[in-house]
């Protein structure tokens, strides 16, 4: 079994900047892609960013230039610096990882959710 531990979500104000961390821990064999998803109230779950084990990136349009993940593959552990932030950012964000529990067996794991308001 896998867990994945969120922290670092909280109220702000506009302009102001969280950063996410989301510790991977369990039986695990390898994480190949970590990466951060949120929902806003009453909409579907959107991807933010995610990052691979290889240091590939991807962000979501709307976060572009003011979010940045980053991970540490020796700890299994990815983070999310959120800058600039935004009411529309307001949102529970989830951790995901695609981890290999062994050479050949991979899974889908979710943290369970930190909540990131943004007040303007």
């Known amino acids: 079994q896998v867990q994945l531990v969120e922290s670092g979500g909280g109220l702000v104000q506009a302009g102001e900047s969280l950063r996410l961390s989301c510790a991977a821990s369990g039986s695990i064999f390898s994480v190949d892609v970590m990466g951060w998803y949120r929902q806003p109230l009453g909409k579907q779950r959107e991807l933010v960013a995610t990052a691979s084990i290889g240091g590939s990136v991807n962000y979501a349009d709307s976060v572009k230039g003011r979010f940045t993940i980053s991970r540490d593959n020796a700890k299994n552990t990815v983070y999310l610096q959120m800058n600039s932030l935004k009411p529309e950012d307001t949102a529970v964000y989830y951790c995901?990882?695609?981890?290999?529990?062994?050479?050949?067996?991979?899974?889908?794991?979710w943290g369970q959710g930190t909540q990131v308001t943004v007040s303007s």
């Open positions: 995901n990882a695609y981890v290999a529990t062994t050479r050949v067996t991979y899974r889908d794991y």
